[in-house]
């Protein structure tokens, strides 16, 4: 009997601690995106934020994004004069207004710019989606079909040279 309740408390501890984890995993840093040092790959920068309300926390990315030089030599998503003009929240999706800069990106930057954008601010917990304008048009792809609401799972992930052996 002894050896059947250690079992069963041994689970529940263990349980309690999956749980713990779980939650320290959740409230992990925050993270700005950048470019490296090629501008081919994305990379995250840790950032803590000040701001707790989520219109107060996305003007926040918003100024961070703008404002802070990548580290380590990495160039800043936002460059070359590209900026958030303006930038909403309605329901769970932010519509992010750049200016015309943006559309001058060479089309692999401008993609990895984009799921830059996109990966930033869905870290915050009232967007669920994000679109982009620019200068109010929205976005199109090289075909002139607009591309749409965009979430983190909407941009392949691959890692060193894995996109060169196909």
Request: with cysteine.
């Amino acid at each position: 009997m002894k050896r059947i309740l250690g079992v069963l408390l041994a689970g529940v501890l263990l349980l309690s601690g999956c749980g713990q984890w779980q939650k320290s995993q959740k409230e992990s840093a925050y993270h700005l995106y950048c470019l490296d040092k090629t501008g081919t790959t994305l990379v995250q920068e840790p950032y803590e934020p000040k701001e707790g309300t989520d219109q107060k926390l996305i003007k926040e990315l918003v100024d961070a994004l703008q404002e802070k030089p990548a580290k380590d030599g990495n160039q800043a998503l936002l460059s070359n004069g590209i900026s958030i003009k303006t930038y909403t929240l309605e329901n769970g999706l932010l519509t992010l207004n750049l200016s015309g800069e943006y559309g001058e990106l060479a089309r692999p930057q401008e993609v990895l710019v984009r799921a830059g954008l996109v990966r930033t601010f869905v870290q915050v917990p009232e967007v669920e989606r994000v679109t982009l304008l620019i200068d109010g048009d929205p976005l199109k792809d090289s075909k002139g079909r607009e591309i749409g609401t965009m979430t983190a799972d909407s941009f392949l992930e691959n890692s060193g040279r894995e996109i060169y052996q196909y």
